[in-house]
């Protein structure tokens, strides 16, 4: 299959769900005779299954006539919903993972599976941390939170084969193994299924990569980047980094995080069996965390640079030269895609102009699903520093080795401490005289140097989607006048 869109790969899965792992019967086997049990200790039990998970959920939001007619957010309230027997029936339902893949096939959904489970389990200890409302509600958006891949897993397991390969590598980040092996956003494939399935709000949101910047959502995207970690035995070289952010997020201190997560392993490695499991997952140390921390993160050189791709590139400037986009969110859509897709520009943000003019918000992103921290960086407009100076006319900037030493005092320090580089693009958004954002793109890595070519790219679909916003902005009426002025590009 060929696809990269999202909508199209709905079109395949939806009325698929997720296989039912070989060890859930006997994790269930007394369930109908259980009278003492509590629902929140049978949806625990559930939970380690996404595939039964997916399927007590669905069956429980199709359920007519609910009170307030409201969706459920948890398992505990979708068990509660159907019942013993609604449980054991959404248990024979489901299709048995044996019956589905080949043992190879198996391996890489169990593998999936794990790691899917391990981030609900986290997720739910930070959740009790932070004194959340619902911590079941936020363990079921981290279970749910690698759907893209659970379903691709189950269903298209060759596609997937050479992504969780790459993945494998610790020096290999999701984007770049989607980019290399799927030519497709799991995340944006996992959203529009879990909106199709009517999975909760808080499932959805989660995997909005905007959405890093409220703590609920931002704690379920720590969780599932420390989950791969774990899976890897804890090698990755941004593991400090991301206990760094864990901390600040649970308001501890390392020592605390540290703590934290050897329980959730500990507890994950009693049912490491139901996903073929050999090994368990290590404790982390503090004594060598505290050391990494000391020395602070390391940038290591990637595996590979991402290829420009010229017919995304091209399709991207045609789909903006048709004049057809029904709004400016569309608009955004085909101009990040084109920039990541099509010119390989590794991360690439829009962020828009908020709070009367005062700031600029990370809304929609490509190539930065897993980054949360990236993801969550605002800027305020109201210091004199470069990105000011960009926002008062439309301007394209390159921060390049040839100014570096004059200009990066004068990026923002919020930036500055997101991007971990010293070399991006970045373009001021206009709708004729109205200031819209500001689009900002790089290549994550010093090894993958930026250039010309990829410059004129980055200006020629910024400069198109400017265009086409003044035209989306004169047919609804504000009829603003063309700037008498050309474009400029600060130097």
């Given at each position: ?151 691709l897993a189950a269903h298209e397991e060759r596609r997937i084969q ?330």
């Amino acid at each position: 299959m060929g696809k990269h869109v999202p909508g199209q790969w709905v079109g395949v899965f939806g009325e698929r769900g997720l296989p039912l792992l070989p060890g859930t019967r006997g994790l269930l086997a007394d369930l109908d005779s259980d009278q003492i049990s509590s629902m929140r200790l049978v949806a625990r039990l559930i939970q380690r299954d996404p595939g039964l998970a997916l399927s007590v959920v669905r069956t429980a939001n199709a359920v007519p006539h609910r009170h307030f007619h409201s969706e459920v957010v948890s398992l505990d309230e979708a068990a509660m919903m159907i019942g013993i027997q609604g449980i054991l029936r959404c248990m024979e339902n489901v299709m048995p993972l044996e019956r589905l893949l080949d043992p190879a096939a198996q391996a890489r959904y169990l593998q999936v599976a794990a790691r899917s489970a391990y981030t609900a389990l986290l997720a739910e200890v930070w959740g009790d941390i932070r004194h959340d409302m619902i911590p079941a509600e936020v363990s079921l958006a981290g279970l749910f939170y690698n759907l893209g891949e659970l379903v691709l897993a189950a269903h298209e397991e060759r596609r997937i084969q050479r992504y969780l390969s790459l993945m494998a590598d610790s020096s290999v980040l999701p984007h770049e193994a989607e980019y290399v092996a799927l030519d497709l956003s799991l995340r944006a494939m996992g959203h529009q299924l879990a909106e199709s399935w009517q999975l909760p709000e808080m499932v959805r949101h989660c995997m909005r990569p905007a959405n890093a910047r409220h703590l609920r959502t931002l704690g379920v995207m720590l969780a599932a980047k420390l989950a791969r970690e774990a899976m890897r035995g804890w090698c990755s070289p941004g593991l400090v980094g991301d206990l760094r952010l864990a901390a600040e997020y649970l308001d501890v201190d390392a020592e605390t995080v540290v703590t934290q997560i050897n329980r959730v392993s500990g507890e994950f490695n009693l049912y490491g069996d139901l996903y073929g499991i050999m090994a368990p997952i290590p404790e982390l140390q503090i004594e060598d965390i505290a050391e990494q921390l000391r020395q602070g993160p390391t940038s290591p050189a990637p595996a590979f640079c991402l290829a420009p791709r010229s017919d995304r590139f091209a399709q991207a400037e045609a789909r903006l030269q048709a004049a057809a986009s029904a709004d400016e969110d569309e608009v955004v859509e085909v101009l990040l895609a084109g920039l990541h897709h099509g010119l390989g520009l590794n991360r690439v943000v829009f962020a828009r102009l908020e709070d009367g003019g005062e700031r600029l918000v990370p809304a929609s992103m490509e190539g930065t699903d897993y980054e949360p921290d990236f993801n969550r960086a605002t800027i305020d407009l109201n210091g004199r520093h470069l990105l000011t100076v960009l926002m008062r006319r439309p301007a394209s900037f390159w921060l390049n080795p040839g100014n570096v030493a004059e200009m990066w005092p004068q990026v923002p320090e919020s930036l500055r401490a997101a991007i971990g580089v010293q070399e991006f693009f970045a373009h001021s958004l206009f709708a004729g005289e109205h200031p819209v954002g500001m689009v900002y793109a790089d290549r994550r890595s010093r090894a993958c140097a930026l250039d010309k070519r990829a410059l004129a790219g980055f200006n020629r679909l910024t400069t198109l989607a400017q265009a086409e916003l003044l035209r989306l902005q004169q047919a609804a009426g504000a009829r603003p006048r063309p700037r008498a002025e050309p474009i400029r590009t600060l130097r």
